[in-house]
């Protein structure tokens, strides 16, 4: 039993830090961003099913720097994300960006970086080691490729690829969408535009339907692993900032 919670705790810990939630973009000017609140079930299949709820928030904090945050509860863990950004051009700026996981079982895990754009460098901690990273132009970190890749999607785009800080290296997400899709949400249907990222020579899979008549809102997600464990998240409601 204890192998097979840590086993579960992992593919909780890897559902959120690798970024495959996501929360809703949507338009107060061509390329601006309005405040949400979106709620998500999460159910997570392995032997055992142990299921969560995630919250995903975007915040103004007044001149173009916003609060960008994720809360995730379940039985045996907690996670707290969340970056501060500023949105440049159309673009997310990483500022200042943290990880927490806790809870039943595990160790605290922690993750921080820190963008010093003129310096031309991001510093932090993984794993309980210092590390010093040259920044590239364009680079985001863990949350905000999320945020990108919504708005790029709302956009129009249909293959992204973004340069991301994952623990002390600079890695490469890219992402494409596949085809629309008629889901039920709630009780209702709604089209959606289903998106898969891409990834070379792993059987992981990992599956987003995102609704247009629902402002591109992240409303379901598949994981499934190569040794057929799943990950699932459901939308459950959603509330829009003026």
Known sequence: ?????????????????????????????????????ASYTAAMEKGISLNGTAKRTLT???NDIWLYRTDVNSFIADIDESLILRWENGRVVPMKYRYHLSGFL??????SIDFDWPAGVATGEYKGKPFEVELEDGVLDPLGYQLQLHQDIRDGKRDMTYKVIDGRSIDEETFAVINGEQISTGGDRTGTLKAEKVRKDSKRQTLMWFSPEKDFLLVRLLQVEPDGSTYELKLKEADFGP
Do not use: N, W, Y
């Not at 204890?2 to 593919?11: A, E, Y």
């Not at 595990?106 to 993750?111: E, G, L, M, Q, S």
């Open 1 to 37: 039993m204890h192998s097979v919670i840590v086993s579960k705790l992992r593919g909780t810990a890897l559902l959120l830090c690798l970024g495959i939630l996501a929360g809703p973009v949507l338009a107060e000017t061509d390329t601006g961003l309005t405040p949400f609140e």
């Open 106 to 111: 595990i160790k605290d895990r922690k993750h």
């Open 60 to 62: 103004s904090q007044g």
